[in-house]
């Protein structure tokens, strides 16, 4: 994505003036121009628009549909599912306003007393199916094993980089697991997200039926310690371990995403590396190459309004909110969609910690510079095999 300041193009007054008349154009003012400018950098010259061929084969064009299907289902659902509850509670009947308390009651109640954990795998049709299926094959998104992973043990997998969607380990391990099932059997692959996420109306049974988990501490702990014992009850459908991935840079991370850009959260993340240790679980990085690269963001350097704004409501909400640039639905040069490029998830060694209930900070600062060590290495072993043009890539920590 080319970034334009407000003097490098010509923009109609009216639509400068008219967003920057909204309250919060004063803390973000250079998000309000960048903004505009990229959309009337596309409306100056259309033949800049680079426009799909009519002559897309079909099966490319059922791997658009899943994306855009799956997109626009997220987006909705993300602020519809409030929404839906708002219309129900205001202007529903007594009856639906009754359902609907109840419902909230039980989400809540059930979140404290459960943490929403769900064990298995979830919806077996909900995790291998059409849609998931054409979803993968879009970028395409695939899995590379490096070594072992002995089920008769728990494994935290320190999962990098975030980028903007963190698409890689949510397809291999949330969505379309079975390559996962393959290459790694007997291990169930679990996803930890946000903890807010599992209160929210209608979502939160979505996130559960993909087997997704909380990356609450009380959460990772129920997983973490579960038995692997294969005649352990909780071990009846034949998986005797757990693997959790966690994105560690999370919204911080997300907000250095831009295409080219290897840009970890690392350095003062240490809480995985404690949990490990807690539990006696082994950490395992895995690095997924080419995730950066299918979105774009708005232009928000270190220190910029736009960046400022950002962390603003970091802070106080724990969501980076991004503006992706990405591809439309017909169209190659701007839209919501994720361009096509390969992600490749590499799936390191484990590295195995000696258990302990409060861990030695030496120790964990030892284990956590092995997983950067190792996250290095493995930057430096693949990135010519998985990235186009790596000569130029080069892995920053922070």
Not at 293 to 298: A, E, F, N, P, T
Not at 352 to 371: F, G, L, R, S, T
Request: proline share 6%.
């Amino acid at each position: 994505m080319q970034n334009f300041d407000r003097h490098s193009v010509i923009v109609a007054p009216g639509r400068i003036d008219h967003c920057l008349a909204f309250p919060w154009a004063n803390v973000a003012e250079e998000l309000c121009y960048q903004v505009v400018l990229l959309f009337e950098f596309e409306s100056i010259d259309t033949m800049k628009i680079e426009w799909a061929p009519i002559g897309v084969p079909m099966e490319r064009r059922r791997q658009t549909f899943a994306m855009a299907f799956l997109i626009l289902s997220f987006m909705i659902l993300s602020f519809g599912s409030y929404f839906f509850v708002a219309a129900v509670l205001f202007y529903g009947s007594v009856l639906w306003r009754t359902i609907m308390v109840i419902y909230l009651v039980y989400v809540y109640a059930n979140h404290r007393r459960t943490h929403s954990i769900m064990d298995g795998n979830g919806w077996k049709i909900n995790r291998n199916n059409w849609l998931f299926r054409h979803y993968r094959d879009y970028f395409p998104v695939q899995l590379v094993k490096t070594a072992e992973l002995p089920p008769n043990k728990n494994y935290i997998l320190a999962s990098f980089p975030h980028g903007i969607l963190g698409t890689g380990i949510s397809i291999n391990m949330g969505l379309d697991i079975s390559k996962w099932l393959k290459l790694f059997p007997q291990v169930r692959p679990k996803v930890a997200t946000l903890d807010q996420n599992f209160l929210t109306p209608i979502v939160r049974g979505l996130l559960r039926s993909w087997g997704l988990v909380s990356v609450s501490k009380e959460a990772l702990v129920y997983l973490l310690t579960k038995s692997n014992d294969p005649k352990h009850n909780d071990n009846r459908d034949g998986f005797t371990s757990n693997a959790v991935a966690i994105l560690v840079g999370g919204a911080q991370e997300a907000l250095d995403s831009h295409p080219g850009k290897y840009i970890l959260t690392l350095k003062n993340r240490k809480g995985f590396v404690k949990m490990a240790i807690r539990t006696g679980s082994s950490i395992v990085p895995t690095f997924s190459f080419g995730e950066v690269d299918i979105l774009d963001q708005v232009a928000n350097p270190p220190n910029s309004p736009v960046r400022r704004f950002q962390d603003f409501v970091k802070r106080i909400t724990g969501i980076s909110p991004l503006i992706p640039v990405g591809r439309g639905i017909f169209n190659y040069s701007f839209g919501f969609l994720p361009n096509r490029r390969r992600i490749v998830q590499v799936v390191g060694a484990p590295i195995d910690v000696v258990q302990n209930d409060q861990p030695d900070a030496a120790y964990v600062d030892k284990i956590h510079k092995q997983v950067i060590d190792d996250l290095e290495k493995m930057f430096a072993k693949y990135k010519d095999q998985y990235i186009p043009n790596s000569k130029q890539d080069k892995l920053i920590i922070h």
